[in-house]
């Protein structure tokens, strides 16, 4: 089982990037078998997100209540467990709420979760609010950056060539490590992105 | 109309067993905890509504909450819809206090329909939670009050 964590603030873009990437995984598997389950954690009794991605013909399921920050990990877990029991599907892809840290959610899933061979963390940036975020809540925003092994920088269409470069400028001071890539979700997302989580997983 | 569901949260949880951030702890930024307002409402009208009227309604209520919030200097965290008919044609609006995103299914544009099942979620950091439900709820009605007429 595949894991692949995505991290933002609130509005950043993650379900849109997330229905992108589930497309092209279940066109790429080209399988009937459930290959791929999405967890979402929503803030508020009614959730949005996971009513659009069912819209797109996925297999979604809700984790409830719990701390926002940390999203409930042993629910997480639990669910995690029981998918790896029950169906085991080649991917799960978790969408925590835009207030969580997902070093949090990484660090419980790698010590109890089971069946899970690999875990990708994709940061997503919303490069049309980045000054207003990293200055309202410059901590939060770091922990969600600071994660990621692959950082989307979202709306790049938004904002002109030289904020994107200050903005990558600062992604790449708090995550060295990552790749960082800039993209538009609204205008479709280049499949070899997702060639990226992916790439990997063959073995 | 009907309400079918409505609960807010606050991020206080009311297990004290359950991890207690502080707003310091979430956002280095004391006070600034958000509001939520989370709610599903049947929409019933005597006649059928086309779905680009309910569209319409639904970006007027959005803009005005927006437009309430950015008066008030409030931050959005978002403002997100999901609209759908009996025969599942739907709608997804959603801001984050700049502009309005709208996707719809292929069948949205050319659906009417006397009900609808409105899902609406808005999370506003500044405002207090009972404002906040004021604001939003006087919003969603106002605007779909307007259908029946």
């Known amino acids: 089982m595949q894991l692949v964590i995505f991290g933002g603030f609130l509005g950043s873009g993650k379900t849109s990037l997330i229905l992108s990437l589930a497309h092209h995984l279940v066109n790429r598997e080209g399988s009937d078998k459930p290959s791929l389950v999405i967890l979402e954690n929503e803030i ?43 169906v085991q599907p080649k991917w799960v892809i978790f969408e925590p709420t835009g207030l969580a840290y997902p070093k949090k959610i990484i660090e419980t899933v790698n010590q109890y979760g ?9 940061g997503v940036v919303d490069a049309e609010r980045w000054e207003e975020l990293t200055e309202i809540t410059p901590g939060l925003i770091e922990g969600q950056v600071s994660s990621g092994d692959l950082v989307l920088i979202n709306k790049c269409d938004l904002v002109e060539p030289e904020a994107l470069a200050m903005i990558r400028e600062q992604v790449r001071g708090m995550n060295p490590k990552a790749e ?6 609204t205008s479709g997302i280049d499949t070899r992105i997702w060639g990226k989580v992916d790439e990997g997983s063959q073995a | 109309m009907k309400v079918l569901k409505r ?15 502080s707003a310091e702890d979430l956002f ?33 209520c959005v803009e005005g909450i927006r437009d ?57 950091f ?16 106002r605007e779909l009050i307007a259908l029946h007429s």
Request: with cysteine; net charge negative.
């Open chain 1, 44 to 86: 508020g009794e009614v959730g949005i997100d996971n009513k659009v991605l069912q819209a797109g013909g996925f297999s979604v399921k809700e984790l409830f209540a719990g701390c926002i920050c940390c999203t409930l990990t042993a629910d997480l877990v639990t669910t995690l467990n029981d998918l790896h029991e029950k």
């Open chain 1, 114 to 122: 089971k069946g899970i061979e690999r875990i990708v963390v994709i």
């Open chain 1, 180 to 185: 960082i890539l800039e993209v538009s979700a």
């Open chain 2, 7 to 21: 609960k807010t949260i606050s991020l206080a949880p009311a297990d004290q067993k359950r991890h207690h951030p």
């Open chain 2, 28 to 60: 280095h930024a004391p006070g600034e905890s958000p509001a939520v307002y989370s709610i599903t409402q049947a929409a019933q009208f005597p006649q059928v509504v086309a779905g680009t009227l309910v569209s319409a309604a639904l970006v007027r």
């Open chain 2, 68 to 124: 309430w919030a950015a008066h008030q200097r409030h931050l959005v965290g978002h403002i997100k819809v999901f609209v759908e008919n009996e025969n599942k044609d739907h709608l997804w609006l959603a801001s984050t206090g700049k502009r309005i995103n709208l996707q719809s299914s292929e069948g949205w544009e050319g659906a009417s329909s006397a009900n609808y099942q409105v899902h609406f979620t808005a999370i506003i």
């Open chain 2, 126 to 141: 500044g405002p207090g939670q009972s404002h906040l439900e004021e604001v939003v709820a006087e919003h969603i009605q």
